[in-house]
């Protein structure tokens, strides 16, 4: 995307919603490319609020991943929801994203009525996601049901894993933005400290590495952070289950499984510190966490208010 020197310099916060496993994360990761937030094929994977900040010529734009929009089952849904819901009202800006592959169902109306309910406002841009896995004999009937959903909304048919009318997705978003200076330094691409990105990293490999229903009860929580050693981080993690039974789950026949997470996790952290990691993995059980609102916050899920 090109800029005119003569314009007005853009900034401002476009907040990222939309219903779980719509690949929100796969975009904002694509926009700036680096691997800021996590992505599984598991719906909710996305837990946090998170910044992933695009700088360029003319324009600054400030991404904020939210958790995806669910009727919340438990105090760690509730979280999430309240973090979203905040995220829309401090936005200048919503990226609405949907699943173009599939026709649009209840949780992505009640997105839409959220955006409806919204004070102020503010300007939709609504991003038709995987066209690549959309039927063509389907495209008219999904893009207007989508459309009907946020009819004041500009639109896109894109591709976020494959990279389909990106540029002019970022040119909707970059025209709904209010003018003003860059919000944050040029060469920063997100306000989460390492140590939480580096947990992050853990619970995406266990999300991929376990079946079922255990990986939703996972919270990993990183104890030890050491750069004292040029070259090398050591990070000590504790990987927290809701259940005793989960425990040998996560951890496998010899510690299988649990070597297979501390590995791929250990792989994609390096890649994100460009250095050699160190990387210890413990479990342990901390009873129904996901229900316990004290819990819930004691492990770093709380809204900023």
Request: with cysteine; glycine share 6%; net charge neutral.
């Amino acid at each position: 995307m090109t800029s005119d020197n003569s314009s007005p310099h853009k900034s401002g916060f476009v907040a990222v919603v939309g219903r779980p496993n719509v690949g929100k994360s796969s975009l904002m990761n694509a926009y700036l490319g680096e691997k800021i937030a996590i992505v599984s094929p598991k719906p909710q994977t996305t837990r946090h609020v998170q910044l992933g900040i695009l700088t360029a010529p003319g324009y600054q734009v400030v991404f904020v991943d939210t958790p995806g929009l669910h009727e919340p089952r438990n105090a760690l849904g509730q979280y999430m929801v309240e973090a979203a819901a905040r995220a829309i009202l401090d936005a200048d800006v919503i990226l609405f994203i949907v699943d173009a592959s599939q026709p649009p169902g209840a949780e992505d109306a009640n997105c839409a009525a959220r955006l409806r309910a919204a004070p102020g406002r503010l300007p939709v841009v609504l991003a038709l996601n995987k066209s690549d896995l959309l039927e063509p004999r389907h495209v008219l009937g999904h893009t207007d049901a989508y459309r009907a959903l946020v009819p004041e909304a500009q639109w896109m048919l894109i591709s976020a894993t494959r990279g389909d009318n990106l540029d002019r997705l970022l040119e909707l978003i970059v025209a709904a933005l209010p003018e003003g200076p860059a919000l944050y330094p040029e060469d920063e691409l997100t306000q989460t400290h390492l140590r939480d990105l580096a947990a992050e990293r853990v619970r995406e490999a266990a999300l991929n590495v376990l079946e079922q229903e255990v990986p939703y009860g996972i919270a990993v929580e990183v104890e030890a952070f050491d750069e004292s050693k040029p070259g090398l981080t050591r990070i000590m993690a504790t990987i927290y289950v809701e259940r005793e039974s989960h425990k040998p789950i996560v951890i496998g026949k010899g510690a299988s499984k649990l070597k297979e997470i501390g590995s791929r996790a250990r792989l994609e952290i390096e890649r994100l510190l460009d250095g050699k990691v160190y990387l210890e993995l413990h479990v342990k059980v901390r009873a129904d966490w996901r229900k316990d609102e004290r819990e819930v916050r004691r492990l770093g899920y709380r809204t900023q208010h």
